[in-house]
């Protein structure tokens, strides 16, 4: 089974400053994905970015990055130069690619406030 | 391109009613998941089809709730009867899966209210 770990269950930011959202994970898998989505107070859950566990690179996405430490199985989402649209929640997901079908498993989500 | 349509978008019923909830996934996608989300359990899978074929309904809660997809373009989700544990937000996404990499996107939600 997986398992997404967020340990922050809020966070505040300074407008322009960068932020860090933590994600540990868990799984047997030698192959998964790991995603993050961010839900403004709306309520949609919007698709953030995506990394392969054999990815070499980091993946990056405009002012979101995705800080990649396999042997520590982390994934941290970096948020660049925020900006106050940015206050939402955000969730990070894993999927297996080898057994575990197409199942995505979130982790409770970390609710990021950016304030002036 | 038309992302994930989901209606309606805010549904308020009685305890004891039938309820369905439609989806419309991305054209193109083979994937399409339902999930629910409340504050108590986070987002949870209900269940996923892929090519219209229900592959995992393991998340489904109970009896009371039945999923179709009877062609690519389209989804319900049933609860019947329903009951005031059921209010949520139910979402449906879609994804396609291309060298093993996929991404599921989702629909606006249906914001389910059970007096």
Redesign the interface.
């Known amino acids: 089974a997986q398992k997404i770990t967020q340990t922050q269950p809020g966070m505040f930011v300074q407008e322009k400053e960068a932020v860090t959202l933590d994600c540990t994970y868990d799984t047997s898998d030698q192959?998964y994905?790991l995603?993050w989505?961010k839900q403004p107070s709306s309520?949609?859950?919007?698709?953030l970015i995506?990394q392969?566990s054999y990815d070499e690179q980091n993946a990056t996405e405009g002012r979101y990055s995705l800080n990649f430490q396999k042997a520590r199985k982390s994934a941290n989402l970096v948020i660049s130069a925020s900006q106050l649209g940015d206050s939402a929640m955000y969730?990070c997901a894993m999927?297996p690619?080898t057994g575990g079908?197409?199942?995505?498993t979130?982790g409770?989500?970390t609710q990021l406030k950016v304030e002036l | 391109d038309a992302g994930v349509i989901q209606s309606p978008r805010h549904e308020v019923t009685e305890m004891g009613q039938e309820v369905t909830l439609r989806c419309k996934p991305i054209s193109g996608h083979d994937?399409l998941?339902w999930y629910r989300q409340t504050m108590m359990r986070?987002?949870e899978?209900l269940i996923?089809f892929?090519n219209n074929v229900p592959?995992?309904d393991s998340g489904m809660p109970e009896d009371r709730f039945s999923a179709k997809m009877p062609n690519a373009s389209f989804s319900t989700l049933k609860i019947q009867p329903s009951e005031p544990r059921d209010s949520a937000?139910y979402?449906c996404?879609s994804?396609f899966?291309s060298r093993?990499?996929?991404?599921?996107?989702?629909?606006?939600?249906t914001?389910l209210t059970v007096l």
Do not use: H
């Not at chain 1, 309520?43 to 698709?47: A, Q, T, V, W």
């Not at chain 1, 079908?101 to 995505?104: H, Q, R, V, Y």
């Open positions: 192959s994905g995603f989505y309520g949609e859950m919007i698709f995506y392969g969730f999927r690619f079908g197409n199942k995505l979130f409770t989500g | 994937y998941f986070g987002l899978l996923y892929n592959i995992d937000v979402f996404a994804s899966i093993g990499a996929d991404t599921q996107y989702f629909g606006p939600g914001r």
